[in-house]
């Protein structure tokens, strides 16, 4: 369920209940990718369970790769699943991510669909691991998941092409209108959008303009992005959602917005909780890894609060 809270519309702010749960946007989730990720499995069994936010997002295509193929080691264990997804909100992408980076031919929507019969999240990102498909083919290839689905908090994925805008932007338009009501939330991917910060951001104020237009309530979930200016920029215009890998991958500095080398974390200014109770000087690998990643998480929750307050 999403409800606005506000009519304001460069902070509109929804709100997403599922259970007791509520997430109130802007928010940022962090995302799991087990790709060319040697200790995908240690870290994300010492990290799931020890995240600080209230919604996660795995990929189905990892959970299909650590299960299905490799048998002998199995990640995802039931009860270790389920114990996690009691007291968070799941978000299950299909792997288009991944499978670009890797190609997969025997991964297809099927196992897609048998994925999020078992682990039954929250939020279902759409089927994108057919690649250059329209729009219009895309929301037609997902209609059964999505009608199959219809309890669940259906995100679709619109991958900008370069090329020409105003074509684009008509063929959103189209489909936004055409199939109302079918999806609720429109997923954007960062770097899809542009490749300067002011590309990305002029891109996604006309696709809000397109939908305020329209009188149509989608909120907009920008994939990939774990940067903090860009997302304070998106933030104001008018964007709700985040994921991204960044907080395991890089060291950021809150006060400062920017991201460092791991290595520099004893000469971080920090107090937040973690950073308050890590001997840095004399920590080790992979606690080192871990402990930053936390500090990173801890990080994103108080810098999205301060944007909520702006
Ligand atoms: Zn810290």
Redesign the pocket.
Known sequence: MIRNLTEESHTAKKLIIKRDIKLITPFFIPSFSGVNDRNFISKIKYLLPNIPQRCILISAYDYYKFNIIRKGRRLFEDDFMFKIFKDRLLFLDSGGFEIKIISDKKYTINYYDKIIDILQPDFIVSYDCELNLSLKESIKLNLPLYKKNYDKIKVQLFHFKEGDIKKELSELETCLLDYSGTFDILGLIDNELGSSLIQRVSKTKHIKKLIEKNDLNIPIHIFGCSDLFSISQYYFNGIDLFDGTGWFEKLYDFKLMRSLSKCNISN?E???T??KNVDWENITNPELENMVSL?NL??YLSFFDSLKNE
Request: glycine letters at 12%; charged letters at 10%; aromatic letters at 0%.
């Open positions: 971080l920090c107090d937040c973690i950073c500090h801890v990080g």
